[in-house]
Nanobody
Framework: VQLQASGGGLVQAGGSLRLSCATS????????MGWFRQAPGQERQFVAA????????YYGDSAKGRFTIARDNAKSTLYLQMNSLRPEDTAVYYC????????????????WGQGTQVTVSS
């Protein structure tokens, strides 16, 4: 599975961005999908995840109430709508695909995209 993240950019605090993660192949619907982020000098952090059926979504504390994860299995694409962005959201955002039911741990994901930079100015 190949993943291609896009949609990052520079935005002012309070603004919004929508990240997309396009995947190759016909196996997208076989995987749980997640978003993680990593800021310079920090460990990779869980942002959000969605089960393969789309029936369950999970959010890290920093994302709750502001971010929404969604998937379109027909288009093999994962999304992350980010609203009310803050400077502390600045990071490289990665999409990932995995099969483990424990979707909040990065070590449970098999495939990773290349990341897209999100920069939030104050």
């Amino acid at each position: 599975v190949q993943l291609q993240a896009s949609g990052g950019g520079l935005v002012q605090a309070g603004g919004s961005l929508r990240l997309s993660c396009a995947t190759s192949g016909r196996t997208f619907r076989s995987y749980h999908m997640g978003w993680f982020r990593q800021a310079p000098g920090q460990e990779r952090q869980f942002v959000a995840a969605i089960r393969l059926s789309g029936g369950g979504t999970y959010y890290g504390d920093s994302a709750k109430g502001r971010f929404t994860i969604a998937r379109d299995n027909a288009k093999s694409t994962l999304y992350l709508q980010m609203n009310s962005l803050r400077p502390e959201d600045t990071a490289v955002y990665y999409c990932a695909a995995g099969a483990s039911d424990i979707v909040t741990l990065d070590r449970n994901y098999y495939y990773w995209g290349q990341g897209t930079q999100v920069t939030v100015s104050s």
